[in-house]
């Protein structure tokens, strides 16, 4: 079951960002209340719903606020230091940071499965 909601939720995770994130521009996540929450909504949504096939609704609900919640704060953290330090996208060291916000992410659904499976939600 672990590693069948791991994975699901690693599937989203790459629609919602790779996907989903290019059928739209104009996307500011500097703003701490802006736009960037349609893109943290999608994710919260998508963990949703897979979460609905493993768990009670509730939990199913609470585990994606979790997901909406680390999303947007990880993204705005992100975006803040990007531009903070004057890095391009595109480059070398964009990249290297991209890694630790996508690890931050992998990490977020690590901690969902955690929590489902020892039954803390």
């Not at 790459?14 to 989903?20: H, Q, R």
């Amino acid at each position: 079951m672990e590693i069948t909601l791991l994975t699901l939720l690693l599937i989203k995770h790459a629609f919602a960002d790779l996907f989903l994130q290019t059928l739209r521009s104009g996307t500011d996540k500097t703003k701490y209340l802006g736009n960037g929450h349609r893109h943290y909504l999608e994710h919260g949504v998508g963990t949703l719903v897979i979460c609905l096939f493993f768990v009670n609704p509730t939990s199913a609900l609470l585990v994606s606020l979790l997901d909406y919640l680390i999303h947007w704060h990880v993204d705005f953290v992100k975006t803040h230091f990007v531009r903070r330090m004057k890095i391009a996208h595109g480059t070398a060291s964009f990249f290297r940071i991209q890694t630790f916000d996508q690890i931050a992410h992998y990490l977020t659904y690590a901690l969902i499965v955690l929590l489902i499976q020892q039954s803390y939600v």
